[in-house]
T-cell receptor
């Protein structure tokens, strides 16, 4: 089974802090994704990466950045956390075209 | 732009009965894939069923089946013989080309014993 590990299930940070969310995979998949999930809005794509050091903006990239220095690790960075970034964050990955994405367990992030 | 719409924020069904969750989508492409994901309270997103747009035959996985109407851009999920463990948020999703999933808003399914 594919294992997608997110570093924290719950995280509480303060406004203005720089926040790192980590995602690690145990497969050799190229494609990795970061989503945020909000009630009534479903999941929305923040950023994705096709390979090491490659990244592309999703639908809601503002206020976020990403890093992919190694194939197995994809980090989401909140440069200066704000209260409207309080949300559930989900990491996902996939291999070939048309195959379903595998998800981590999610990080519930609260910004106070 | 691709969009996915789930018009039922909440649904409930009696245990052992059948329920259908609705999903419509919009895309200009002819080649794409559709999915239903389940998210129980544990938060783990679990793939329920997958449909290739070029296949006319509706996908089936045990008690779960879809009604895929390509011309109408409709992709509903039918759950037969509902069980307590089916209670969850259900998300419809569309993927094409560059692997990006587009999700609907979700439907919360409650199973009444």
């Amino acid at each position: 089974d594919v294992k997608v590990t997110q570093s924290s299930r719950y995280l509480v940070k303060r406004t203005g802090e720089k926040v790192f969310l980590e995602c690690v995979q145990d497969m050799d998949h190229e494609n990795m994704f970061w989503y945020r999930q909000d009630p009534g809005l479903g999941l929305r794509l923040i950023y994705f990466s096709y390979d090491v050091k490659m990244k592309e903006k999703g639908d809601i990239p503002e206020g976020y950045s990403v890093s992919r220095e190694k194939k197995e690790r994809f980090s989401l960075i909140l440069e200066s956390a704000s209260t409207n970034q309080t949300s559930m964050y989900l990491c996902a990955l996939t291999g070939t075209s048309g195959q379903p994405q595998h998800f981590g367990d999610g990080t519930r992030l609260s910004i106070l | 732009a691709q969009t996915v719409t789930q018009s039922q924020p909440e649904m409930s069904v009696q245990e052992a009965e059948t329920v259908t969750l609705s999903c419509t989508y919009d895309t200009s492409e002819s080649d794409y894939y559709l999915f239903w994901y389940k998210q129980p309270p544990s938060r783990q997103m679990i793939l329920v069923i997958r449909q290739e747009a070029y296949k006319q035959q509706n996908a089936t996985e045990n008690r779960f089946s879809v009604n895929f109407q390509k011309a109408a851009k409709s992709f509903s999920l039918k759950i037969s013989d509902s069980q307590l463990g089916d209670a969850a948020m259900y998300f419809c999703a569309l993927i094409q080309g560059a692997q990006k999933l587009v999700f609907g808003q979700g439907t919360r399914l409650t199973i009444n014993p």
